[in-house]
């Protein structure tokens, strides 16, 4: 359980008042904060990432005391197992795909870098440098940034605002997907009903600083589909498997019913169920 009792002067729209929050978070929950700009969402973030400091309050984790002011307790952010990922994605402009997420990699551990690139469909990318990457790319990079160091939090700062519709779903496939493999807990900052009602199992709303609503969703809607194009196909003798590859994913299969597809194809992927319009299960 992640428990957060933090109070911080704030200005808000109507005034000067206080930023006053007190929630729990259930572990491996997926959790939307919402509520007009201004209402102290980006803020709370930074409380719980050890950006800012709370004028009171306690923060736990897990049983682990991250802040407590009465203890005199204030984790710096390197000590906060958390990822965080910002609207601007914030990555390193002179490092490829490959050496952002390396970058923050825990030492002895070269095999999670792998499983994320391959997670977040980044093969085709990774000597690419972020300024000749898509939006939706950038994004999907500062997300496997974020989880390469297995943190206990990760907080996602509006990571579809700049997004078009298209990019944007193919990122909720990405988030789901990982989440849902890694059971790490999400806070997610938002102002778009689409991605919280795709996402969120929980919705907290924020007015001025105070929860206004907590409302607890359960299940919600199946995993946006995403339809792309064959751009390759071969077949990998060696590891006698089927490698399909689009403009933003590589796809990999055995079955032999792969051999039928030829460039141009057309592939729809919705979370683990992946078929093409032609009928062949993928």
């Not at 409380?47 to 710096?76: C, F, Q």
């Not at 689009?246 to 979370?271: I, M």
């Amino acid at each position: 359980m992640i428990h957060i009792d933090v109070i911080l002067p704030r200005l808000f729209a109507e005034g000067a008042t206080e930023l006053n929050v007190q929630i729990e978070l259930e572990l491996g929950g997926l959790t939307a904060l919402v509520g007009p700009s201004g209402s102290g969402k980006t803020t709370l973030l930074r409380l719980l990432a050890g950006l800012e400091t709370p004028r009171s309050g306690r923060i736990t984790v897990d049983g682990a005391v991250w802040y407590d002011k009465e203890e005199g307790v204030n984790l710096p952010p390197q000590q906060r197992a958390i990822g965080f990922v910002f609207q601007d994605t914030a990555l390193f402009p002179n490092m490829t795909v490959r050496e952002n997420i390396a970058y923050a990699a825990p030492g002895g551990q070269p095999g999670l870098v792998e499983e994320l690139i391959e997670g977040t469909g980044l093969e085709p990318f990774l000597n690419r440098k972020p300024g000749r990457l898509s939006g939706g790319q950038r994004q999907r990079v500062a997300l496997a940034r974020a989880l390469v160091r297995r943190p206990r939090l990760l907080l996602l700062d509006e990571p579809f605002a700049a997004l078009d519709t298209h990019s944007s779903h193919q990122l909720q496939q990405v988030l789901v997907k990982l989440h849902q493999q890694w059971q790490t807990t999400t806070l997610l900052v938002s102002h778009h009903d689409a991605d919280v009602q795709a996402l969120a199992d929980r919705v907290i709303r924020l007015v001025e600083g105070h929860v206004q609503t907590d409302e607890r969703i359960g299940s919600r809607m199946p995993d946006p589909l995403m339809h792309e194009r064959i751009k390759q196909i071969e077949y990998d003798e060696n590891r006698q498997v089927w490698v399909i590859e689009t403009a933003n994913s590589r796809l990999q299969s055995t079955n032999p019913a792969w051999s039928q597809f030829k460039v141009g194809d057309e592939v729809q992927l919705a979370g683990k169920t992946q078929r093409t319009n032609g009928g062949f299960n993928l």
